[in-house]
Each structure stands twice: as C-alpha cells, then as structure tokens.
C-alpha cells in the first residue's frame, strides 16, 4: 500500500463556538459537508475571485472539540492564520498555525488506516486519491513508506492539480485549477469572499482558460512555467509533470482551434498530447461546446 508523508504540508486550526460560522462565510465549501468523517475541499479567495490559499478541511470529532483543521501548504501556513485573523473581529474563534506539531500523510490502493491514527479521510477531490490523514507530528515516519514523489506522480496522473505547483496563488480562479469539478466549490452555499466573480462565470460558463492533463512525447516531462504553443501562438504554461505526464494551464479555445488546424500542440518544446480525464465535465478541446 503506497503511503507517503506530505512534508510540505501544514495545519491551521480554527476553534472555538463560532468556528463554523466564520469559516462558513469565508471560503468556498460549504461547512455543513464537513464532518469527523467527511473532508471537503475549498479555497480562501480575494474579492475579485482569484485563490489566495486552497486546502482540504477536516473537522475533528465533538467529543474533543470540533474543530476545523485546514491541510495547506506548510510555507503559506503562517500567511493563512495571518489572513484568517483579518477576518476575526468579535467572532469568538481561536486561529493557529499547528504546523510544528501535526503532519500531513497520505495513501491509495488501499483501504484507509483506523481512525486511532489521526484525523482520517477519504480525499474529498477524487476517490482515486485515496485517503488523507492529519496524525501527531511525530507518527508521520509510520506512514514514509515511499517518497512524497511518489503521491505527486499519482495526482499528476490523475490530472489533479495543487495550488502553489501548477497555478500560483493570487492569479487563477477556481474554475481555472478545477475547483469546480474536484468538489472545491459548492454553488448552493451562501455568501463567501470572491464569490459574486466565481458564480457568474459558472452560470456564464466564460472559463476559458483550464487546467488539462497532458502526456508528453518520449516519456520526458517539461519543466513547471514554460510555454505551451502551437504553431506560432502561445496556449499557456506548464505546471508539475511526472513520469512523461504533467498539467498543462492553457487556453481552450486557442488549443481547439489548433486541433482543428492539424498542428502539434509543444510544451517547452516537446510534442504533447492532451488527455481528458473520466471526471471532467466541462468541453475538451477537440470537443463541441467551448466557450468561445
């Protein structure tokens, strides 16, 4: 059972009687989908719709307190705690940056571990992710049975992209790095930062601009930010790749068209060819429907 320990991954607790409340009305999934068993996947954004910060939410158990634990990078960590205290005024939260103390792991192809090993979920992404933990800092070793490498290479494969890798925080919407079809955001919650941009371009359906899987000609991946072409025209950029398959932000319509025309669509060069995964439901190119 592959089973890795996510090193560059932090924890942010929220606590205290109106923890739900105030997360709730800041970021994009909806808190009553979250539960001691149940994870969700959401976003804090700016109020022009763009991710600051994406993270997994776990909940712990009542009979311990409660609270919601926010699994993001560990670099932002500090900033997230930071921003989320802007946020506080009088709502009786505690926030803490518990990255010292707590650890991110992560396994699949297998069945989750029991839940005396921390606060274990099933990734609420995509169930071929498999199962994510938050355990004490210093039983993390227990699950390093293979490199973090390893966890990357099955996202990337699956085409699931991570904030911070293939986008940069503060210049992608949601709809962008694929919140939308990974359970990031939830459509039917109330109001939350940024939330007026991202529900106008879901019913308006004007994201043109996605991340996409692609498999990448001779087995070789190119590096993360370099071009995406076709022909003479620029698509995007490249994000994380692994094992002659990576993710690529481009243009839809302009990778359609270059479809339509016969030319080989290059990332850094290399001939790749896009790859649209079983959960993914807006139009691919080469597809009817795209936005134009």
């Given at each position: 059972m592959p089973s890795v320990h996510l090193a560059d991954r932090g924890v942010v607790r929220v606590s205290g009687e109106d923890a739900k409340s105030f997360l709730d009305n800041l970021i994009t999934c909806d808190l009553d989908r979250v539960s001691a068993h149940n994870a969700r996947f959401g976003a804090l954004l700016t109020p022009q719709g763009k991710i600051l910060f994406d993270f997994l939410v776990f909940q712990a158990p009542e009979e311990i307190g409660g609270a919601y634990y926010l699994d993001v990078l560990k670099v932002f960590a500090p900033d997230l705690a930071k921003r989320l205290g802007f946020y506080k005024?009088?709502?009786?939260?505690a926030i803490e940056d518990l990255s010292d103390s707590l650890a991110l792991v992560a396994g699949w192809d297998a069945p989750r571990p029991d839940d005396?090993?921390?606060l274990v979920v099933d990734d609420p992404r995509l169930p071929d992710l498999?199962?994510?933990?938050?355990?004490?800092?210093?039983?993390?070793?227990?699950?390093?049975?293979?490199?973090?490498?390893?966890?990357?290479?099955?996202?990337i494969t699956l085409g699931v992209p991570e904030g911070g890798r293939d986008f940069l925080f503060g210049d992608a919407f949601p709809h962008e790095a694929l919140m939308d079809q990974l359970n990031g955001v939830d459509f039917d919650k109330g109001c939350y930062v940024g939330q007026e941009v991202v529900s106008r371009?879901?019913?308006?359906g004007t994201a043109r601009t996605r991340i996409v899987p692609a498999i990448y000609e001779g087995g070789f991946?190119?590096?993360?930010?370099?071009?995406?072409?076709?022909?003479?025209k620029a698509l995007g950029k490249t994000?994380?790749?692994?094992?002659?398959r990576g993710?690529?932000?481009?243009?839809?319509?302009r990778?359609?068209?270059?479809?339509?025309?016969?030319?080989?669509?290059?990332?850094?060069?290399i001939p790749v060819r896009l790859e649209k995964p079983s959960w993914i439901r807006f139009p691919f190119p080469g597809e009817a429907g795209l936005p134009s």
């Open positions: 005024l009088r709502a009786k939260v005396e090993a921390g498999g199962w994510r933990a938050i355990v004490a800092a210093q039983d993390a070793a227990e699950f390093a049975r293979d490199p973090a490498e390893a966890y990357h290479a099955h996202r371009m879901q019913h308006r991946a190119a590096d993360v930010g370099v071009e995406v072409t076709a022909g003479e994000g994380t790749g692994a094992e002659g993710l690529v932000m481009i243009r839809l319509d990778a359609d068209d270059a479809l339509k025309a016969g030319e080989t669509i290059r990332a850094g060069g």
